[in-house]
């Protein structure tokens, strides 16, 4: 099995992922770490609780992390997620409580110590990862790989220039694109592939099954609000993708390329500049996903929230 560390901020799609991540047979999650970045910490946590609770996780340890970006002011994405961060269904209150270490002292802290090295799932802001590397740099030889949801080859979501993820804290994205660890990128053209569409709904539906209605219920909200914000008919499930490149990578067809992050600019921070054509003469940092293979996707991803009860 391989072993991954969650780190997100859910967040509706970051739900899905951890659905992915906690039940799927070839990883073993070893720990969720929460970031502020669909909304503030103390909700995305919260609902991480929520989700593992739910879902019948307790074994896996929560911490919270890091509450705003690097140098910047956070700006959080109610607009998708509701004011919780994971509107929509009524969930819960969670049976299970956060670890008492802080999310970054918990990645030192299992990373230093791992026998065999750890591949890092980010659904969120790269906050806490940047400052875990900042913190102790050795546990960058731990680190067998990074997936990443974040960023765009061209356009962005939340401004014309950016995605989220990297919007919400260039800075930290910055420092995990220059870490020299093996980077996945998944930007939003491989998750605008990922739409839950009618169909992907009923397959949810239909098993009856607790958690998997728990999955539509969390996309039907996802799907109206972008319809309101994008005018999109089916919305497109980012986060899990990061986990299904972990899985298989074969599923994301990509290029080894060079990948710098926008910290100025008027009007495009936190965009990710990738280097298609080889202009920038450094060597490639990232290997960025093109294109998904959207069936294997769909039934990794559906099979394996059809195993919760
Ligand atoms: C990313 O932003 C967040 O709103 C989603 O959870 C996803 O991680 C997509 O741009
Ligand atoms: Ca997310």
Redo the contacts with the bound molecule.
Sequence with gaps: KEKIILD???????AIALLLAAHHPQLELLAVTTVA??QAVEKTSRNALKVCSLAGLHHIPVARGMEKPLVRAPGF?AD??GETGLDGPDIPEPVMSLVSMHAVDLLIDLLLRAEEPITLVA??PLTNIATALEREPHIARNIKAISI??GAIGLG??TPAA???IWFDPEAAQKVFQCGRPITMIP?EV?HQALATKEIMRRLRSSGRRVANFAADLLAFFADTYEQVFGFSAP?V??PCAVAAVIDPAIIEGHDIRVEIETGGEWSAGRTICDVYGKIQLPPNARVGYSLNVPHFWDLTINTILTYE
Excluded: K, Q, S
């Design positions: 997100c901020d859910p967040g509706h799609d970051d970045g669909n994405a998708i997620h659904t969120g949801m974040g979501n939340v995605e989220f993820n939003l998750t497109p980012h986060d």
